[in-house]
């Protein structure tokens, strides 16, 4: 459980759930709840629900992944444009 800002018992959050939004807003924190010191759930921000979602989205597109993974084998082996090249008119 690293990638968690904070890990908080579940007791613990239902007290404090208001101040824990607001941290979680203005921190973009994603925090991990526990119930008798084992892992039950996350809280994150809606913006960081939805990136992981977009996330998921790519990462099950077969499409996508294929012309991520020809741009990688591109940069690898120097088949790149520098801006000038891209932007001259």
């Given at each position: 459980?690293?990638?968690?800002?904070?890990?908080?018992?579940?007791?613990?959050?239902?007290?404090?759930?208001?101040?824990?939004?607001?941290?979680?807003?203005?921190?973009?924190?994603?925090?991990?709840?526990?119930?008798?010191?084992?892992?039950?759930?996350?809280?994150?921000?809606?913006?960081?629900?939805?990136?992981?979602?977009?996330?998921?989205?790519?990462?099950?597109?077969?499409?996508?992944?294929?012309?991520?993974e020809?741009?990688?084998?591109?940069?690898?082996?120097?088949?790149?444009?520098?801006?000038?090249?891209v932007?001259?008119?």
């Amino acid at each position: 459980m690293e990638d968690f800002q904070q890990i908080l018992p579940v007791t613990k959050a239902k007290r404090r759930l208001l101040d824990i939004l607001k941290r979680m807003e203005e921190e973009d924190a994603t925090i991990a709840l526990t119930r008798n010191g084992e892992p039950v759930g996350v809280m994150m921000t809606l913006a960081r629900y939805e990136s992981l979602l977009d996330t998921i989205e790519i990462l099950g597109n077969k499409d996508i992944m294929r012309a991520l993974e020809a741009s990688t084998k591109d940069f690898k082996s120097g088949k790149v444009f520098t801006d000038d090249a891209v932007w001259e008119d």
